[in-house]
Nanobody
């Protein structure tokens, strides 16, 4: 069993910044990759960014250049630094981790609200 706990969400003004954290715990022997997804009301969940165990990163086109994903391998923690936030970024942000033999786990999500 693996647990993911997100933190760092909140209310910010457009143009502001926010840093999300996701700490993974439990029976983790290896991590394939960790990432962030988001889902706005009435919309499908979409990829924001991911990072592999080798620190290879992928970003959705709309987030590239504004968001930065990073990790702390010793803490099994992934971060998402969000800059130049826009109202369109308002969503619940979910942490995802693929661990061990490829099993996927999700956090409960953290709300990010960007006011105009």
């Amino acid at each position: 069993q693996v647990q993911l706990v997100e933190s760092g969400g909140g209310l910010v003004q457009a143009g502001g910044s926010l840093r999300l954290s996701c700490a993974a715990s439990g029976s983790i022997f290896s991590i394939n990759y960790m990432g962030w997804y988001r889902q706005a009301p009435g919309k499908q969940r979409e990829l924001v960014a991911l990072i592999t165990s080798g620190s290879i990163t992928n970003y959705a086109d709309s987030m590239k250049g504004r968001f930065t994903i990073s990790r702390d391998g010793a803490k099994n923690t992934v971060y998402l630094q969000m800059n130049s936030l826009k109202p369109e970024d308002t969503a619940v942000y979910y942490c995802n981790a693929v661990v061990n033999l490829g099993v996927s786990y999700w956090g409960q999500g953290t709300q990010v609200t960007v006011s105009s």
